[in-house]
């Protein structure tokens, strides 16, 4: 093999070795410190307990984050990426997910009242025993792709697949 070539292969290979979307610890901290960060990779990041309201995280990508315990309040998730994320017993009063891809994400016990979740995406997405009864933009065929429990609590003439 030539030089040239080899330098090369050596190089593609390396790139393919590297996460191409590895988390950014200093977005990361800054969340947790309580700041805003639109747009930002915050993927896996432990946000858990944390107690930051109307932070702006539109767009940010926040798969497989642990948001368990977290309070939330009024923050914007607009098209954010929170594929598998963990929300366990999270409060997201009047947050919006707008557009929202939640895939996969767990919200078991969360409270999610007053939220938005116009366009968001529900596919797999557990809602046991949260609490969502006033919560707007949700639509019957977006719930049919997500589940619950007898305990979750939906707006009137809305129901959920059971989990």
Do not use: H, W
């Amino acid at each position: 093999m030539k030089p040239i070539l080899t330098v090369a292969v050596v190089a593609v290979l390396a790139a393919a070795a590297l996460p191409a979307f590895a988390q950014n610890a200093g977005q990361i901290a800054r969340v947790r410190g309580g700041a805003s960060c639109p747009g930002c990779n915050l993927f896996q990041a432990a946000l858990s307990g944390l107690e930051a309201r109307g932070l702006n995280l539109s767009g940010a990508r926040l798969r497989q984050a642990d948001l368990s315990l977290v309070v939330m309040n009024r923050t914007r998730f607009t098209n954010a990426d929170l594929r598998d994320v963990e929300a366990y017993g999270g409060v997201f009063s009047s947050s919006n997910f707008s557009g929202a891809n939640l895939t996969n994400a767990s919200f078991v016990g969360a409270y999610l009242e007053g939220a938005s979740f116009a366009g968001a995406t529900l596919t797999g997405a557990n809602f046991s025993g949260a609490s969502l009864a006033r919560a707007s933009g949700l639509t019957q065929s977006r719930l049919n792709q997500a589940c619950g429990d007898e305990a979750t609590r939906l707006p009137g003439g809305l129901s959920i697949p059971r989990c």
